[in-house]
């Protein structure tokens, strides 16, 4: 069974009504600030296009999440909405929850409601909340509230994350690399910043194989470990977040295997520091693969080819996401 953990949702009555010639969902352009932005047609709330799309693809299920700007009205329709998808097409749709994770008690309420009354499997969020990451002291009373109701964290990149003016150019350097950046850096927060410490039995999923942090992976065994050795320059600025070696953190998180198109080399890169165990299959569509499914099949195919045991591969491609979301 093939099931797909990012696949974005638009609500019909909130999408902006809008069409392009090209038939596509998506649409990327330079705006007038000079960076690339993203229109998204009335198609991307039409469930005949997702389910096409699947089918088309070879998924066999996909966990829809729905981003906005966080107010709580919408939300609030989001989950209602997800009702009844999820009633109408039981064995193709599970949803994930979106609250603002710094809306205070009522957002927190509203979580509750989605997980317990709307039948929610999770929390979608960004990797940064009104300009707090992710080991900001203030995410802590959502990760209360999250371990209490037991759900994954489902951790998408940040769209237009600050902090990266380096990367503005002529070219889409920034669209492309910021947010993976950014999500690298998130992946580490949560590592470093005490977060699993104090939570250790919070499950996250860190979007794009958490924006390629395995390629750094090394870097950060060898400055930790310096850090205790004659000379070290010391890794804190004051006394360790936690108390056991960074990669017992680590491994307790999930990452999705979206926002590559049919990206090999980030699969295999990926499986040098994360189990197979932790990989979840993605296509993070329609802002990948719209109008290419044939692309997306591509990918299931040379993921099935990888030197792995076969449980392994089918573990990766949908057992992984049926345990953790319990589908």
Known sequence: MIID????????DTEKKQKFDSGKITERYWGADDKVHIRLSDAGANIDRYLQFMDDS???????????TYSLDAVKKWHDYAVELVQRYPKRFACLASVPPLGGKE????LDRAVNECGMKGIHI???SQNHELDSKQMWPFYEKVSELDIPVDVHIEAAPEGFDSLDAPYALYYVAARELHMTAAVLRVCFGGVLEDFPDLKLIMNHFGG?????????????KSADEPGGFGFYSDKPLISKPYKEYFNKLYFNMA??????AAVKCALTNISS?????????????DYHPEEARRYIA??????????????????????????
Not at 107 to 110: F, V, W
Not at 212 to 224: K, M, P, Q
Not at 277 to 289: A, C, I, R
Request: proline letters at 4%; hydrophobic letters at 45%; aromatic letters at 10%.
């Open 5 to 12: 953990v990012e696949n974005h949702m638009h609500l019909p």
């Open 58 to 68: 070879g998924i066999d299920m996909a966990v829809l999440s729905f981003q906005s």
């Open 107 to 110: 957002a927190l309420r509203e």
């Open 126 to 128: 960004f990797a940064c």
């Open 212 to 224: 390629g942090v395995s390629s750094i992976l090394d870097r950060f065994d060898v400055y930790t």
């Open 259 to 264: 926002g590559r198109e049919v990206g090999m």
């Open 277 to 289: 165990k932790k990989l979840l299959f993605g296509t993070d569509w329609p802002l990948n693969y």
């Open 302 to 327: 040379e993921i099935r080819k990888l030197d792995l045991p076969q449980d392994d591969i089918d573990a990766m491609l949908g057992g992984n996401a049926a345990a953790l979301f319990g589908l």
